[in-house]
């Protein structure tokens, strides 16, 4: 059999479900050469001198070969290129050229829980991808349905159940526990950096000797040392490893590039720039400015993070008696708004205008993209004492209609998000403010 043939076959047969399976397909095993006789599942690999063999399905004390393998070599690489014709599996309905990582992850987090109700994911996939796509579709699953013998009884296609989510959300935590087989942490760009940088550092220190106190300078600084780093990584293999903003402007920018702006205990926008990074050692004459920002962070992580905390409960009990009583109040006032490209914090909104409401939903949002609109808001509706109308607190909202004290909570854990993120260094960086559409 060969190779592709062999991976969908054994796909179809759900073994990559099996980690040891995985790992046997996308990597070199060192084991017993008769190990396979005690542990014969269907489709095993046994990586032989002779080449790479599998546990015949139907007969397990056979062997079968599989031809296209590299001898001392794993039988795929997760970057290698194959092309599917339209249906080669269910969920895939054009033709495609995809890789075998990408195929292994949509036969596990796609296909396994959903079958062909969701298409087949093509380039990278997330977990928060998938959610989005999730959570338009998503049902209670019906009593009839839950149990083993009705699995697929009555499921409408359009729906996606509780009960397949759940098998989503564990197929995302088993595909994260192959990360050390996938993702190559280190390498030796991860573990270091291009000596030019340090060039660059100092003919832009130089280029704003006398302006090195302002923190947006040195943003801009920052900014320019980074983008070279990220420029000089592109295309090593520990690039899948560090995708995180944090990652390069924070982690690697104060160990290679330069420590940059340190913010002490005082709440001003002074800083302290030091240039030097860690790895060419401590400038002893920043000394104070380090361990001020150390004890900064440690103290944010406590008593800040306490603010946060105590105005979640103020405003969980000061709003406790909130609740969504009617449809309509019937109000006339709304807040203006720009309806931007986050169109999912709009469906469910009403808009307010002469002609009356208008709903905003999936299919309409996209009219009003990047136009002004009067939403009705909680702020002006009419209903007395601590009551609220469906209309104007919109559909999230209205269909928890005893929980709008945990929205309203929600501010205070905000701030409690800010502070114990502000213990793990922040950033500095540059944003654009248009004034417009800020003041509103
Ligand atoms: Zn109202």
């Known amino acids: 059999m060969n190779k592709h043939d062999y991976f969908m076959a054994a796909c179809a047969a759900e073994e990559y479900r099996r980690s040891a399976w995985v790992i046997s397909v996308f990597a070199v095993l060192r084991e017993d050469p008769d190990k396979w006789k005690t542990d014969n599942y269907p489709y095993r690999i046994v990586q032989l001198p002779t080449g790479h063999w599998f546990v015949n399905p139907e007969n397990r004390e056979e062997l079968l070969p599989i031809e296209g393998g590299v001898k001392g070599e794993p039988l795929f690489a997760p970057g290698e290129k194959v092309h599917l014709k339209a249906h080669a599996v269910s969920n895939l309905h054009k033709d495609a050229e995809v890789t075998y990582g990408n195929l292994l992850v949509n036969f596990a987090g796609v296909i396994y829980p959903f079958g062909d109700k969701v298409e087949y994911q093509l380039g990278e996939i997330t977990a928060r991808g998938m959610e989005s796509i999730i959570i338009k579709r998503l049902k209670d699953t019906p009593m009839e349905l839950t149990g083993p013998e009705n699995q697929n009884k009555q499921r409408d296609p359009k729906f996606i159940y509780v009960d397949e989510y759940l098998k989503f959300c564990d197929a995302m935590f088993y595909l994260g526990g192959l990360a050390t087989l996938f993702v190559p942490a280190g390498s030796k760009k991860a573990m270091t950096v291009d000596p030019d940088v340090i060039k660059l550092r100092e003919k832009l220190i130089a280029e704003n000797k006398d302006r090195l106190h302002d923190p947006a300078v040195i943003a801009k ?31 690697r920018k104060k160990l290679f590039l330069q420590m940059g702006a340190e913010m002490g205990l005082d709440e001003t926008q002074n800083v302290d720039y030091i240039p030097q990074s860690l790895n060419e050692g401590w400038d002893i004459s920043k000394f104070p400015a380090m361990n001020n920002a150390l004890r900064a962070g440690s103290f944010n992580r406590g008593a800040q993070t306490m603010l946060g ?15 969504v009583t009617k449809d309509d109040c019937g109000s006339k006032l709304g807040n203006l708004f720009v309806i931007d490209k986050h169109t999912e914090n709009w469906v469910g909104f009403s808009m307010v205008s002469d002609a009356g409401l208008t709903k905003i939903t999936d299919e309409n949002v996209g009219e009003y993209l990047g136009k002004q609109v009067m939403l009705r808001s909680p702020m002006y509706c009419k209903l007395p004492k601590t009551d609220f109308c469906k209309v104007c607190v919109g559909d999230r909202l209205a269909a928890n209609p005893t929980a709008l004290s945990a929205a309203v909570a929600a501010y205070g854990s905000a701030f409690l998000a800010l502070f114990m993120a502000a213990a793990h260094a922040k950033a500095l960086l540059l944003a654009k403010l248009d004034y417009r559409t800020a003041i509103i």
């Open 309 to 323: 905390g105590e105005s979640v409960k103020w405003l969980l009990r000061a709003s406790s008696n909130m609740m």
């Open 221 to 251: 600084i920052d900014a320019e040392l980074v983008a070279h780093d990220k420029a000089w990584i592109k295309g090593d293999e520990a690039e899948h490893f560090l995708l995180s903003g944090k990652a390069y402007n924070i982690v």
